[in-house]
């Protein structure tokens, strides 16, 4: 059975991160993908110029039309953008079984503000404790446990666990914005921590990388696979995604990955 999975999230019209990559990662791993958008920006590789968040009664009634007709299988939450959108996706939420990945997005590649600074206490303590798991990099760790950004693998052990102690299933803390040869991340929930590594790839093209990374988790858990199994999958599927992103030619700043990357067609055929 095909999963279905909804993203719900901001808008990027240049198509590397937000609502856009969510749509292809989820189709890229096996799901049908479905989307509620929470905000509009204006913006392309460079960097954001422009932001519109979207009435919270028309995200409750995007979440209320899907849900009441279609079978939900997993939730990816992305860009929520302030106080008023967190609370309708959360009161519209509460009777919808299904895994929810929360991608807690504070700010953009080019290091645009896209989550109010009042609005950071109420997704950690209203969508966090819902979630199944959270996918922060380590600054949006640091931000919402308000301490310093973790530059050791002790560190951010000790904030994977602090984070799962706020009411989390799970915490996936990346390690992405460590140096070193490899890219850690901390799998942390009630049955063990676990390091999942992948080399480190030398690429300015990892716009949506985030959003990329829950999007393939919510897919793969929606799949039934268990935590670590689906964590690890979306892990291989977004180094797969960044070590071919440099095959793209898009903008002139942080570029996409290339989300189909293992079904690139040539010439009508695969290759």
Known sequence: MIPNVLSIAGSDPSGGAGIQADIKVISANGGYAMAVVTGLTAQNTRGVTNIQMVDPAMVTAQIAAISADIRIDAIKIGMLGDVDIIAAVAQALRDIAAPIVLDPVMVAKGGDRLLQ???VAALRDV???MST??????????DLLGVSVAD???QMAEQARALYNLGADAVLLKGGHMSGRQSPDILFSSEDASVLSARR?????T?????????ALATHLAKCTNLYDAAQHAKDYVSGAIAAADSLIVGAGHGPLHHFWAMTMKCGKET
């Open 201 to 205: 790839i030398t690429t300015k093209n």
């Open 117 to 119: 600074p009042n609005a």
């Open 207 to 215: 716009h949506g990388t985030g959003c990329s990374l829950s999007s």
């Open 127 to 129: 969508l966090l404790p």
């Open 133 to 142: 798991v959270i996918t922060p990099n380590l600054p949006e760790a640091a």
């Open 152 to 154: 050791t693998l002790d």
